[in-house]
């Protein structure tokens, strides 16, 4: 597959290391303005770095748009000339919904939003996808690049705000659990190096058991609680302090920010 990521900033880069290192590329056009802090990547066998937008639409079949939500439309705008029927567009711009690039490049291209994460870059990003009408002719090919790099679902686009927050920013929020279990194991003795590594697998084992078994966690968790035991007694006084309801009610003020700053 001939690759350029036009917009080469945290996501876009993330991505470039996912397709690097999984070698699911032919070739790859890294595109950014100032590439200055991207040289590095010209190490890497059959990948370019440009700031020349056509030069990698031209020379590339599959686009993916990882700019800000303001800059993609002078992008379209700028290649729109340059597209054929070998291309396919795949947005990961937050809020920029199909509608609005049909309106700038047309309705006859493979359009297909994606909402991947920064863990693309490892291989482990959950990625959601929709398409507009001709896109559900290509949308396999946007699943083959994206379970490579992880795993995919297709959603219907009114749901795409919502994976924004649950798998993007999630990667946020799964961090802040994270780095406070670390604290917490620093506090009981271990130094912060082995309290993190103590808290990452944990998370992974965790969240293995789920993906492995298809168990709810709550079938997980009452095989941890011991009756009258430590477990229990730390989970109930982490609900007494809102834990649930906290991070349900942050994903409801970042669903709600989305919304604001969107146009859908
Ligand atoms: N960072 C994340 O975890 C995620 C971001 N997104 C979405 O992906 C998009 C990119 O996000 P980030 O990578 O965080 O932003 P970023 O600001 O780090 O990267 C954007 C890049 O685009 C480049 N750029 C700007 N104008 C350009 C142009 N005309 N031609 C080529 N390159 C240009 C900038 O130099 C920058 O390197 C945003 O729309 C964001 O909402 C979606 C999922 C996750
Ligand atoms: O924080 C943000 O608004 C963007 C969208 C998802 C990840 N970063």
Redesign the pocket.
Known sequence: MKIAI?????????IAKGLIVNNAFTTLFL????IDDIKDYEEYSKVSIT?D?LEAVKNSDILIF????T??E??LE?IKDVLTDKHVLIS?????KIPRIEAIVGEDQFIIRS????AIAVGKSMTCLCSNKKGEKRIAIAEAIFNRLGSSIIIPENKMQAA?VI???G?AFWMRLIRATTQGAVQLGFDAKEAQELSMQTCLGAASLLIESGKHPEEEIDKVTTPRGCTIEGLNEMEHNGLSSSLIQGIQASFKKINSISDQ
Do not use: D, H
């Open positions: 036009l917009g080469a900033g945290n996501l876009g880069l993330s595109s950014k303005r100032k700031s937008n990882a700019v800000q939500p800059q993609l002078g992008i700028e990961t711009v937050t809020g920029f909402m991947p994460n920064t924004t798998c993007a920013s990667v």
